[in-house]
């Protein structure tokens, strides 16, 4: 495929690259539906922490890792090591999918995946430092499945994202096709995957999916900060919007003392459909929001790392409103359901 690719230019690689991945993503998906097989793997069952009300197959994993896993060997073959930990990881999850592992095994797996990853690409960082990035892979890694409980969240997530990362790594001032071929498939196959998974949703990520897609964002944006394609600070600004939902929703859990491995329904984005937005439109907002996060974070790498770091500050401040804002709106909603229940109760007396 390497070998193939070489005829044609840098874009029209990329390109290619994404429309097979896309394709191939799209049509393992379709089959699995078509033939039934899509809810004997993985199904998911409403309960109250749900945003949905009717079973729907959790296979979208099937669709996008095994696909971006090969391309990436092939055309990064630098990378295999990423490739191959993003398969396994999406083979434990697909157990957990299927009949539930205990938190301890899931976490010890993603602990393992981390710290072998690092242990091959060290990137010349001392212990401390590596320490402190598995820890940050690892977070990466559960936040993405935190993440995923929206329809067409995840997936658009994964293709804006990764599309982000294909575009840095081709325009940088140190470019790197075999890494932006690597992008381009994960982002094409997030694509056929969100054919499938726009309001209404016809398949879920899983954790098969929502995993390893956790690990290679994190992974492949250490990759390419080590090999100087660009800042620490650009893969936190490219998917800013799950890490900041996921991270406050988390500290808030843990400081009221809750279980915060548990799923509920707290996170920003949920609410945000519970308020009445809908999957369509919450989808659509946070699609608005990452762009813009992926669009001044290219933009940044064109400039002096000062106002690098300014930019990301202000950015920061402008995620903390809109959460702000969204909380309000919550208090808001609570306060009317609280008044109303008293006044249905005084009614029925």
């Avoid at 990423?82 to 010890?108: E, K, Q, T």
């Avoid at 981390?114 to 212990?127: E, Q, S, T």
């Avoid at 995957?193 to 879920?204: E, G, S």
Wanted: hydrophobic letters at 55%.
């Amino acid at each position: 495929m390497h070998y193939a690719l070489s005829h044609f230019g840098p874009v029209a690689r990329l390109l290619l690259c994404a429309v097979f991945s896309l394709c191939i993503s799209a049509a393992i998906l379709l089959i699995l539906l078509r033939t039934g097989m899509a809810w004997r793997l993985a199904t998911d069952i409403p309960n109250d922490r749900s945003l949905h009300t009717r079973p729907t197959p959790r296979v979208g994993g099937w669709g996008v890792i095994p696909i971006s896993a090969i391309l990436i060997w092939c055309l990064a073959p630098a990378l295999w090591l990423p490739a191959l930990a993003a398969v396994l990881l999406a083979i434990l999850s697909l157990i957990d999918d299927r009949g539930g592992l205990p938190a301890r095994v899931r976490f010890g797996c993603h602990v393992l995946a981390a710290a072998a990853f690092l242990v091959v690409y060290p990137g010349g960082m001392n212990w401390w430092a590596l320490a402190l990035v598995a820890f940050l892979l690892v977070w990466l890694v559960n936040l993405y499945n935190f993440m995923d409980g929206a329809d067409g969240l995840a997936g658009g997530m994964a293709l804006f994202g990764f599309a982000g990362y294909t575009i840095a790594a081709l325009t940088s001032a140190q470019p790197n096709l075999s890494l932006a071929c690597a992008c381009a498939a994960v982002a094409g196959a997030a694509g056929g995957f969100l054919l499938f998974n726009i309001y209404p949703a016809k398949v879920f990520l899983g954790d098969a999916g929502s995993i390893p897609l956790g690990f290679l964002a994190g992974a492949l944006g250490y990759w390419g900060w080590i090999n100087g394609n660009w800042p620490i600070w650009f893969p936190a600004i490219v998917f800013s919007s799950f890490i900041a939902d996921a991270s406050v929703t988390l500290l808030k859990r843990v400081v009221r003392g809750e279980k915060f491995w548990q799923a509920h329904r707290e996170h920003y984005y949920q609410r945000m459909v519970r308020l009445g937005m809908g999957h369509g439109r919450t989808a659509l907002t946070w699609y608005l929001i990452m762009n813009l996060g992926i669009i001044l974070a290219v933009w940044l790498l064109r400039h002096s790392a000062i106002f690098q770091w300014a930019a990301v500050g202000v950015w920061a401040v402008v995620l903390v409103v809109i959460g702000v804002a969204i909380d309000v709106c919550w208090r808001r909603f609570q306060s009317s359901l609280s008044r109303q229940k008293e006044v249905d109760a005084d009614a029925s007396q």
